[in-house]
């Protein structure tokens, strides 16, 4: 059975920076593509970043590029998400995703504030 949990949500004030975790389980998880996704309040779920399973290959959205880095730890079974100079308009729940299976997390809360 696939699972997949995000932790490491939280409050932070306007530039500070966070790390999201989603730990992995009930498939081989280096073979696959990984996504982050995040949706805020009152809008549509919206993609973040994603990494491909077989070449680490990464792709950032617009509004996150140059502040966000998506990686991962295989041997950990685990997906991440480095966020710095977080903006308040980075406020969401984000959600890990599997693209390729339609799989998703439950989402952890990021809230950017002073």
């Known amino acids: 059975q696939v699972q997949l949990v995000e932790t490491g949500g939280g409050l932070v004030q306007p530039g500070g920076s966070l790390r999201l975790s989603c730990g992995a389980s009930?498939?081989?998880?280096?073979?696959?593509?990984m996504a982050w996704y995040r949706q805020a309040p009152g809008k549509s779920r919206e993609p973040v970043a994603t990494?491909?399973?077989?070449?680490?290959?990464?792709e950032y959205s617009d509004a996150v590029k140059g502040r966000f880095t998506i990686s991962t730890d295989n041997a950990k079974r685990t997906l991440y998400l480095y966020m710095t100079n977080l903006k308040a308009e980075d406020t969401a729940i984000y959600y890990c995703?599997?693209?390729?299976?339609?799989?998703w997390g439950r989402g952890t809360q990021v809230t950017v504030s002073s």
């Open positions: 995703h599997m693209p390729d299976a339609g799989y």
């Open positions: 009930g498939f081989s998880f280096r073979s696959y593509t």
């Open positions: 990494i491909q399973g077989y070449d680490n290959t990464a």
